[in-house]
């Protein structure tokens, strides 16, 4: 697949964007066409020290059935139980196993690939990969080996043999490094959970490779959190992959742009701002919904980050080495040429090159095939090599180019920018997603939501698991936690179950199947043999367990964006919500949430006094408030379609929450304390945040226009505050903004406002059109009373937007891109970026009209639009081209044009197509409440249609795309296009 991308490298002091390369549409050799433009930037990068190269190969299958087996010993079930049990009628899991573990790609990638595929650069003196074989799928493939066709005896041999190859400075070729075993996602398990995961798969690895540690560690998603790091440095782990994002969003002139043109997440709270201004930035825009941004060099090498013991003040360090979002992504999707690492190549540090690592799923889409193992990698390599680029390891740059000890950086919290709605969300949104209340709007107090629910099982289950286990006495034994045996404690097994029902994909996926009871069946075997401990009258010495404190908003008084609050900039009030679960075997007696203000408004990494409970002159005194406690609902609570709890968890722990009002402008320190009834007392980590004062900016009369963001980009939403006080509409009862672009080249429809309580504004959000470099307002109350700002209108500057993944010019794009054709008629060409859906279809001829149908739901039809004849299912949005005059535009579900802020559309006329793109956040928009929220379908329905262009036309049953299923003349429901995620849904290694 060759990916549209567009990269550019920004220096920040400028504010001016320099492209470097944008590849050319439908090229017929792109690749001969990057080499002519990147030769232009490579000559100021051969002669500096070596840019380095290497990957990581993440293999993971889940344990798909982690209930107890029924044979054998205290199991949980792998791959090969299940696939038993299917082939016997058993509908559990939903998935089929045979079908997933016997793809041949999967075959060769769990057996003997990764080492293939290593052999081909082994005449380059340090070339090799990490590799990232967790601990479920080792499990899994050694039930296949000699039951499941192509799975054999020895499977690992290939592994072994690729290990012991190595580099110039006696380095593994393939480091085999450390994860959690279960693909649990560290950041929202506690520490203890956290610490079994990765001692588990450190055994495993022993026992099935021979082989001592690794001393790196892959999180899984690339999940990372400072909390982290004493963890891994107590299992003897020296360094950690991160997400470079999560470096560079903190640092202090990060290029925010929101949207899919930058970061389609939660802005960077400014409280973890700590990393020093770069100056230059390297933006890319990726298949994916985001444009990742990265500093250069400094977000491409290896630094320290650090934790420090609130309780101590004890300081541990890791080295941390950022992937590569973007390269990650193209080397996982298509042929990556070492040219295109010309961008940051040119910005490379001569005495710590950079190190460039791409890392990514080695069992899905392009980059776990053939074509990629045995063909792209050998390519890469050597030309990087014929570039004066070094292809290396992770240990063998580290060996070369030692990281300096006090070479500090700060890793905000998130995970890499991969993962659908979430994008590198500093809260882990798509494993963690905010409390919603019946209406779907944040609820941090009596809401609820799926994601977090499994949190508040594990958090109940972890916490009956500690306590038994200090009740019996006896040491934990990681061989019996990985397969009981008849002499397995209670407490091992159920260590056993709870930590089989970790994976993370059952949160990422949420609903379908039965993917939503797995970690209860699982949870619920825990605590039955837990509970075998916990009898009669037991001293219970363990304290309670506190899950990662939570906050709504994520920035409290400042702009919050992402999904949840639809893909809209909102300025949220400085209050904000402290939330989490809570357990304790013995009872609650009381939960506190204790939070105080920094002096000076700032933590520098150089202080500690931030991060101890004890202080210090930098900070104020801890404040107390009590939290109000509910038990969490364990059931379908909203009646959620697509959610069957057909089994409820036997605990579940209690949902706490409390609010900090009346703070602007401040910097504050928050945790959680927690006490039983036993007077066992638990704190949680230090958690930081800075609220803001909701101030905007902007041109005209003082401050009575403001607009967030203060800087608005063209194409993304910007909200508009009015303050009437002192002007004409002072006293109005109803307010619309009168708005347009460009000096008023182009105007806009009227929008009507909505009055503010709080903030005693009259406010709005508008999604300025992509061609915007100026936004113009005046106002008026609907009856002839306007505000013009004494004749001056209100104009603010409006900076360009991302380029566009997709020309709208009436000229075809890729033909990848066609998803259905009719021979002999339509074409029908969709991709999706994020929210932005992009569909063509061929322009009308003579005589004809051609439509593009778009619809959410096939379950409605009504008449066919502009007075056809016949029926059609009820669409969302339309795209019409009309032949006589080539006219061609957007209409929404009652056919009236009012879609033209979020839409752009071009027609070539019969020689060309007729091709537009809308925003399904805006389209599917809900703004009711405080927050407009999107909710933006997974799948939509497409179809293309040609009629006669008088009234009364018939539908072209031989040219409409995809073909008519009964020529009736009617556009049914079975003659739509699916698109979307529903074939991946089963493919859990898409996490």
Known sequence: MISNATFTIQSHQSQQGITVLRRGRDSS????????????????????????????????QPIYWPDQRSYGTDHYEVAWDSIQQQDGGRQHPTENLRSIFGLDDRIAAYQFRPRDSIQTVLGLPNAGAQVNYSGALIENVNSLSGNLTGYYSGWQN???????????????????????HHHALAPLHTTRTVEMEIRLHQYIVQQRFGISPSKGFFPTEMG????????????????????????SRVCADFPLVLGSGGENCEPPNQADVLNPAQTNYFRASIDRGCSPCNAVPFAYMPHRAQYVNPYTGQVDSIIVVPSAMEYSWWDGYRNLGANELAPIAALNNPSRPILLLMAHDGDNAYGGGYSYYMESVQNFCNGAAALGYNPTTVEQYLSQFPVPNDDIVHVEDGAWVNADSDFGSPTFINWNYPLLNASGQPDPVNGWHEKPREYAIYIATENRIRTAEAVLGQPVRINEVLNPSASATNVERAWHYYLGSLDSGQVYYGTPGDVEVRATLACNQAVQRADAVLTGQFNDTVGPTIWTPQRWPYNPGSVNFGVA???????????????????????????TLKWRVDNDGQNPLSTTENETYAGGPGVGPWQSLPMNGRLFPANNIYNKPGIDYYVLPQYIAYHYSATITGQTNKLIDYY????DTRGNVERSPIMHVWVGDQ????????????????????????GVAYNPVGGPLQGATNVLMHWGINNWSSVQPDVTMTWNSGSQRWETTVTLPAAATQLDIVFHNGAGTWDNNSGQDWHFPVQAGAPPLWTIDGVAESESLVRAQTPGGLKLWIARDGNILYVATQGAGSGRDHFIFITR????????????????????????????????GWFDKNEAQTLGAFTQVASGGPGGVLEGTVDLAQLYLNTGGMIGTADVPDTIYVAAGEYGTNNGGTLVATTQVPASSNGDGNLDATEFYTFGPAAGIEDWTLY
């Open 672 to 675: 959680v304390e927690a006490v």
């Open 695 to 718: 101030t905007g900016g902007g041109s005209g009369s003082g401050n009575r226009v403001t607009l967030n963001p203060t800087a608005p980009t063209a194409g993304q939403p910007v």
């Open 29 to 60: 050799h792109p690749r001969m066409l990057m080499s002519v433009l990147v030769a232009l930037v490579l000559c100021a990068s051969v002669s500096a020290a070596p840019v380095q190269t290497t990957y990581l190969w993440h293999l993971h």
């Open 224 to 247: 990372f959190s400072e909390r982290l790091i004493p963890i891994l440095k107590s299992l003897g782990i020296d360094w950690t992959v991160v997400s470079g994002n999560h470096l």
């Open 857 to 888: 739901s096939l379950s409605a039809t009504r008449s066919a639009p502009w007075g056809k004849a016949g029926t059609c299912v009820a669409w969302d949005a339309l795209l019409a081209n009309e032949a006589d005059n080539n006219w061609c």
């Open 565 to 591: 609050t639809g893909y809209q900039q909102k300025v949220l009030g400085p209050d904000f919500t402290v939330w989490t679960f809570v357990y304790d075997v013995s009872g609650l007696a009381s939960v």
């Open 158 to 180: 290939s592994f072994i043999q690729a290990h012991g190859w190595t580099t110039s400075g006696g380095k593994p070729r393939m480091d085999i490094v450390n994860f959690t």
